[in-house]
């Protein structure tokens, strides 16, 4: 159900997040989890270990392969991408944190197919906040949120682990 404008609790998102997933891959044999960097990745590791899949838990970053790139520039803290299991024939849930555009997402189909060829991609998402830009929709999601002006979401993780999901406003241009 969409929200508008209010505090997230991020680990009551992860939990609902979580028991999407699960009975989403129940009975798949072959499921992986794939985490898009940074945000996603720390989703992602979550996931992993609460489905019992570490074994099958990759990182991609996207930075070489938005379509804006020339126009943003390599952001500084890029991370290597790391799949250590066989992507061929695999369901892969994509993971990241926040859902805007899609162009994130397309990047991430795009690093994944470098890799070899899945028999499905799944797309979990913390949070949905629309304004989709490509035919993009999340399989899984903790939250859908329609967001004001110039806001966007920002999820972080503490010492603990412990995630939040903060609404902050725009200065500039940015896509998640």
Known sequence: M????????????????????????????????????????????????????????????????????????LHPDVKPTHIGFNVDGATIVLVDDVLYTGRTTRAAINVLFDYGRPACIKLAALADRGGRELPVAPDFVGVTTTLAGRQSLSLARDASGQLSLTIEEDNADSEQ
């Open 2 to 73: 969409p929200t508008t404008n209010q505090d997230f609790d991020a680990e009551a998102l992860y939990r609902a997040l979580l028991e999407q997933v699960r009975a989403g891959l129940a009975n798949v044999p072959d499921a992986a989890i794939v985490g898009i960097h940074s945000g996603g990745a720390w989703l992602a590791e979550r996931l992993a270990a609460d489905l019992d899949l570490k074994g099958r838990l990759g990182f991609i970053d996207v930075s070489f392969y938005r379509d804006d790139y020339a126009r943003k520039g």
